[in-house]
Nanobody
């Protein structure tokens, strides 16, 4: 069974940093585009960042551009989301997702999802 396992969430203060990790259970994910999405209570799941399978192309939501960095290590079948200067509005459950095509900002285009990791930023 294909699995994406996130880790690295937690409770931090405004201005702090966190790094999320997402490790895939199959080497075939090395050739998949990966995305990070987040969902706060009462809101729809929104795109945060995406990375092509080679890592050559990255995409960010305007709300996180300049603060978050997505990267991947295909040898470890892991994608990371470095989050700096966190703000209370970044509080959400963060999900990683994979698709066997290019990066897309729509959550409906992704076939595989992790279970999510909670990020809470206090003011």
């Amino acid at each position: 069974q294909v699995q994406l396992i996130e880790s690295g969430g937690g409770l931090v203060q405004a201005g702090d940093s966190l790094r999320l990790s997402c490790t895939a259970s199959r080497r075939t994910f090395r050739s998949y585009a990966m995305g990070w999405f987040r969902q706060a209570p009462g809101t729809e799941r929104e795109f945060v960042a995406g990375i092509s399978w080679t890592g050559a192309y990255t995409y960010y939501a305007d709300s996180v551009k300049g603060r978050f960095t997505i990267s991947r290590d295909n040898a470890k079948i892991t994608v990371y989301l470095q989050m700096n200067s966190l703000q209370p509005e970044d509080t959400a459950v963060y999900f990683c997702a994979a698709r066997n095509a290019g990066v897309d900002t729509s959550s409906t285009e992704y076939n595989y999802w992790g279970q999510g990791t909670q990020v809470t930023v206090s003011s």
